[in-house]
Nanobody, 118 residues
Framework: QVQLVESGGGLVQAGGSLRLSCAASGRTISDYVMGWFRQAPGKEREFVASITSSGGITYYADSVKGRFTISRDSAKNTVYLQMNSLKPEDTAAYSC???????????WGQGTQVTVSS
C-alpha cells in the first residue's frame, strides 16, 4: 500500500506562512487524487484542499481559498500545501490522503501539527 508522511508543521504567528510536505512511499501516487485535511481538538475532520492526478485541477475549502495552495511534484512523489496569511483558526493537525476522487480517500498520513498564535 501507500505510506504517507507529513512534515513542515510547527508554531507560527498569525499572518505567517508554513509549507507542509507529504512524502509518499511504497508506490507512486501519480495516479491518485491527493487531498489535505485538518482536525482541531473536539472538532470533526474537515476538507482543506485537493488536487487531481495531473495537477491541473485544484479544489479548496472556502475558509482557506486565496490563502492556501496545493501542489504536487511527481518526480519527488510528494504533495505540498503552502499556507499563507495564517489565522489562529487554522490551528489543527493536518493530514494528507490519497484517493480516487469524488471524496473517496484510502490512504492517510499520521498528521503534522500546525499551531497559529494570535
Amino acid at each position: 500500500q501507500v505510506q504517507l508522511v507529513e512534515s513542515g508543521g510547527g508554531l507560527v504567528q498569525a499572518g505567517g506562512s508554513l509549507r507542509l510536505s507529504c512524502a509518499a512511499s511504497g508506490r507512486t501516487i501519480s495516479d491518485y487524487v491527493m487531498g489535505w485535511f485538518r482536525q482541531a481538538p473536539g472538532k470533526e475532520r474537515e476538507f482543506v484542499a485537493s488536487i487531481t492526478s495531473s495537477g491541473g485541477i485544484t479544489y479548496y475549502a472556502d475558509s482557506v481559498k486565496g490563502r492556501f495552495t496545493i501542489s504536487r511534484d511527481s518526480a519527488k512523489n510528494t504533495v505540498y500545501l503552502q499556507m499563507n496569511s495564517l489565522k489562529p483558526e487554522d490551528t489543527a493537525a493536518y493530514s494528507c490522503a490519497a484517493g480516487i476522487g469524488r471524496g473517496q480517500y484510502y490512504y492517510w498520513g499520521q498528521g503534522t501539527q500546525v499551531t497559529v498564535s494570535s
